[in-house]
């Protein structure tokens, strides 16, 4: 990975807020779902979330399947699957793709019942805390565990602000929280690839760094979906005009004169992620 530093810093007042309302909650959590992007498996993992949640059972569920390179991220799944982690790879628009989760969730928390039962006690709903940076598909699942809107998702990140419970049809009580992301975003890597997702907003980057991030990503692994979606060969980041100039006219981005309008061209790079005309890409490498 890019070990260049940056000194980005992101962290609206309600994710400090929740972290501290998480450590209050802490006693109450059974279990707890954290929701990654399959495109960014390392990017989009809360930095500090083991200090935050320490020996809680936790499920790793990475979301947005249908838009990773499968044969990259299962490398992750992987990965951290050796790490102890109970890992899922979903779909949560499908409608199936709760039932692993919850599944797993029962298997993990046997011991739990097995103790209330010895005690006569009857078996309890399980509480689960939901976590996960923003845009990452958490409100999605939510939604699917409860089996009505509850949440509101969209491609937008930072929309839940606070804490609350909800209850599923499958003996688990949800505790959603906002999406979390760590004080500094102190690698440039890290910091392009969550903007590249749309997990961080726009005006935190600058927009043609992203676009030309993801250009880059797209020479160096998916050429393919380069020639297909710009119609170019490579990448010449020593002339990036001539490579703007290239896509600009293809898509149609021109302004008076005939001049290409280079910040509608970064635009709609990040446009073209971000409503999933360019998909099948994994961010994050492992090798």
Known sequence: MNENKTNINHYPGHMAKT?????????????????????????????????????????????????????????????????????????????????????????????????????????????????????????????????????????????????AWLKTNSNILLLDSPGILWPKLDNEEVALNLASIAAIPRDVLPVDKVAIHILNKLDKYYNDILRDRYNLESVDNDDLVSVYEHIGRKIGAIISGGEVDYDRVSKAILDDVKNERIKNVTFDRID
């Open 19 to 163: 972290k501290r309302l998480l450590k209050e909650k802490y006693d109450l959590i059974d279990i707890v779902y954290e929701v990654i992007d399959a495109r960014c498996p390392l990017s989009s993992k809360i930095k500090d979330i083991d200090e935050l949640l320490k020996d809680k059972p936790r499920i790793l569920i990475m979301s947005k399947k249908d838009l990773c390179d499968l044969k990259v991220t299962n490398k992750w799944v992987k990965y951290y699957e050796d790490k102890g982690y109970y890992v899922i790879l979903t779909n949560l628009n499908e409608n199936n793709s709760v039932q692993s989760i919850i599944d797993i969730s029962q298997k993990i928390t046997e011991k739990i019942q097995e103790k209330r039962e010895s005690k006569g006690l009857n078996r309890k709903e399980i509480r689960a805390l939901v976590v996960g940076i923003p845009n990452v598909g958490k409100s999605t699942l939510i939604n699917r565990m409860v089996g009505r809107k509850v949440a509101i998702t969209g491609n937008t990140p930072g929309v839940t602000k606070s804490l």
